[in-house]
């Protein structure tokens, strides 16, 4: 069965360094989304990404935060200066049509610490 | 803005019992989808519901939509200790945002 599949699967990394995470969405669907959720809390979302561009993206995702399809496979995640409090797991999701009425898929999750 | 609430927050029950989880959002919505996340595990979709009233049954697991469109329930019968894990309602809001409700944790006791 396809599976979305992330990169790390755990990053360290200190303050005010830039991380990217990887996402390999399923192969033919369309719509990515990145979430995330802090320790013990409830999954957020953070970003979608339709035909090679920002569809909706949320209050937490701010300049900080950019997201890309460098290929026609990965789906990557960028955090240009790290704070203690992007510490949390990140989700990568896709679908095959629009997510708000079709299933998504998650990742396993990246899970981020900054130190 | 849309703001999806879950109850309760953690659920204890006896293996074998019921039990009910709800799920309300302060809008009226298109859809509502249920997501369970085992622990340390990432959310995986169990169901989605679309119809004002629906009402959808997978084994134990009976979810339900609100005639509103504005609330869903899933109750699950004869818990086991597969059932272990967070459950998350999730919808979308009118910006196309999916809001995920802050789950409802079940710990099942033998």
């Known amino acids: 069965e396809p599976e979305v599949t992330q990169t790390p699967s755990h990053q360290v990394t200190q303050m005010g360094q830039e991380v990217i995470l990887r996402c390999v969405p399923i192969?033919?669907?369309?719509?990515f989304y990145w979430y995330r959720q802090i320790l013990g809390q409830k999954v957020e979302f953070l970003v979608s990404f339709y035909n090679n561009e920002i569809s909706e993206k949320s209050e937490i995702f701010d300049d900080q935060f950019s997201v890309e399809r460098p290929d026609g496979s990965n789906f990557t995640l960028k955090i240009r200066s790290t704070k203690l409090e992007d510490s949390a797991m990140y989700f990568c999701?896709?679908?095959?049509?629009?997510?708000?009425?079709?299933?998504?898929?998650f990742g396993p999750g990246t899970r981020l610490t900054v130190l | 803005g849309q703001q999806v609430m879950q109850i309760p927050q953690y659920q204890h029950v006896q293996e074998g019992e019921d039990f009910t989880t709800y799920c309300n959002s302060s809008t009226t919505l298109s859809n509502i989808q249920w997501y369970k996340q085992r622990p340390g595990g990432h959310p995986v979709f169990l169901i989605q519901l679309v119809k004002s009233g629906e009402v959808k049954k997978q084994k134990r697991l009976t979810f339900q939509f609100g005639e509103a469109k504005k609330n869903s329930s899933l109750h699950i019968t004869a818990t086991q200790t597969t059932d272990v894990g967070t459950y998350f309602c999730a919808g979308p809001d009118s910006w196309g945002k999916f809001q995920f409700g802050a789950g409802t944790q079940v710990v099942v006791t033998p």
């Open positions: 192969s033919n669907h369309l719509y």
């Open positions: 999701a896709s679908s095959a049509y629009r997510g708000l009425t079709d299933t998504q898929y």
